[in-house]
């Protein structure tokens, strides 16, 4: 039976691969082969033989993830969840403060938890990246430099990947609230 869930597809390919090289590797092709499979399956909890049998079937059991406490990776959590089960909406359990339990079947499981681990670092990165180019478009549209130049300044060409960074903090710059700071001063 040809199945559809391309993760659960992908998790199974690796898998065909790392037995293979475990069983026609060389030295430490074979080791690092079979601790590779040992890995994957401890991930999901299944055993070899179990995730290469494996049928995307209508058996459904509660799995739990940990989803965290912010909004942000809820509203994360939930749209793959709704990507991986083609649905808009579903129904849940909240355990504890951040963690979800669904009733879904083991492929879904594994794909859900694929993607949204992948997607939970890749957005992590892009905040952290877009935090940095925040405040320096905040400094440059608060013009909070002390307008003195050192004298080891030097004027140097700009690189391709400064003249990218210099773009994107612009445009960023142009999306802040036109907002001054007025000076408080007293007169006595």
Request: overall charge neutral.
């Amino acid at each position: 039976m040809e199945l559809t869930n391309e993760k659960y597809e992908s998790v199974r390919e690796k898998l065909r691969k790392l037995q293979a090289l475990a069983e026609r590797g060389y030295g430490g092709e074979v080791e690092a082969a079979k601790a590779g499979i040992k890995r994957l399956c401890e991930r999901y909890g299944i055993t070899p033989e179990e995730l290469l049998e494996m049928q995307d079937n209508d058996k459904k059991e509660r799995y739990t993830f940990t989803v965290g406490r912010t909004n942000l990776m809820r509203t994360l959590f939930t749209q793959c969840c709704c990507k991986v089960m083609k649905v808009n909406s579903y129904n849940c359990w909240h355990v504890g403060r951040d963690r979800i339990r669904l009733e879904i079947t083991k492929a879904q499981f594994i794909e859900i938890n694929e993607l949204f681990e992948w997607h939970k670092a890749n957005l992590e990165r892009e905040r952290d990246e877009q935090l940095k180019l925040l405040a320096q478009a905040y400094i440059m549209k608060h013009n909070l430099f002390s307008g003195v130049k050192n004298e080891d300044d030097e004027d140097k060409p700009l690189t391709h990947e400064d003249l990218i960074r210099l773009q994107k903090v612009m445009l960023m710059e142009a999306t802040l609230a036109d907002r001054h700071f007025q000076k408080q001063l007293e007169s006595k």
